[in-house]
């Protein structure tokens, strides 16, 4: 295959930038061949920009009528339209590259998985930040054990502040109805996506969420996150898009060290002997006779790599690399949000994995008050 085929599904703001970087020349083993533009300024737009020959469908049922031009469908739609694009994408015999997230409920993106295992086509989300050379160091260093027993983590991020003009920027955002939830379901992804590819799932969650904090809906615009793991590790994961200074801090304190990212910089420091061996052994009363050793890295501000995303997507499918983001991330991931909004709808705390089903009805539940 001298280029994998894309199909793209949704040619909103970050449809089109991707639209662009597959006919520009950007991506290498991959070019876009079909699109589908609903509206006419959508058609007018792909048109003006996209090259002649691309084939334009209004509606994704016409492009499915036509499956022949296409290698992979590119789903970048409102959230809860992607289960049944994926599924329908897979029973073709498609790939499916899913901009975030898999879907609004753990029910939804088990059913991507269980279609896309089906067809034995590859199934991938769009975690970029995985791509990120601080996120890659930070994985780096857990894989290492240097770090030794994780003991403790927190993590607050309000970097993806949104004006009440962004949440009216479509009629289906910031909504049960619309989203299937608020920040979670979507800023939080990403942010999620690094924390469960860092320590992966928790067992237990407790959530503390002020629904509309910030702004006249219904759904989260902050969470607070308490999480217990499986061998004693605690957790706090704060999100907010509702504060205006932006704040990116990851704290991980282990027996053996404590990394610590603030932005776009990282600091070790590695203990000389394990603190909890030294805790037991030592005749000192505190830390006085342990040893320090600390380093800091600085990396700069880096693009966002999309563009390298697609590039190891089609190297996956002809079997050159792996998936930097496979499917089954997105469900990982809406286990820990669902999971969130579980806890603070119940005002309990919430076991991993959870009940789909006890969700599904949850969330219905949620749709309806909203709608009132």
Known sequence: ????????????????????????????????????????????????????????????????????????????????????????????????????????????????????????????????????????????????????????????????????????SGSWRSSWAGEGGGALINQGQHILDIWQWLFGLPTKIYANIPFGKYNNFQVDDEATIMMNYPDGMSAVFMLSTGEAVWEERMEIVGSRGTLLMEDNKLTLTIYGEDSRTYGKNSLDNSRNKMTFSTTTEEYSLEAEPYVEMFENFAAAVTGKESLTAPGHAGTEVLQITNGAYLSAWKGETVTLPIDADEYEKELQKQIEQENK
Request: proline share 3%; glycine share 8%; charged share 25%.
């Open 1 to 168: 295959m001298e280029n994998l085929r894309f199909a793209l599904v949704g040619t909103g703001g970050m449809g089109r930038k991707y639209a662009m970087m597959l006919t520009d020349g950007s991506v290498k083993g991959a070019m876009l061949t079909a699109v589908v533009c609903r509206k006419e300024e959508a058609k007018q737009w792909a048109k003006n920009q996209l090259p002649a020959d691309m084939k334009v469908y209004s509606s994704a049922d016409e492009l499915f009528d036509e499956p022949d031009g296409y290698d992979a469908v590119l789903i970048v739609t409102p959230h809860k339209t992607h289960p049944d694009l994926a599924v329908k994408a897979f029973s073709l015999g498609k790939h499916v590259f899913c901009d975030k997230p898999a879907g609004v409920s753990v029910g939804q993106a088990q059913r991507m998985e269980a279609a896309a295992k089906e067809s034995g086509k590859l199934y991938a989300m769009m975690f970029h930040q995985r791509k990120y050379d601080k996120h890659i160091r930070m994985k780096e260093i857990m894989d290492s054990g240097d770090l030794g027993k994780i003991e403790r983590v927190m993590l607050v991020n309000s970097r993806y502040y949104r004006t009440a003009h962004y949440h009216a």
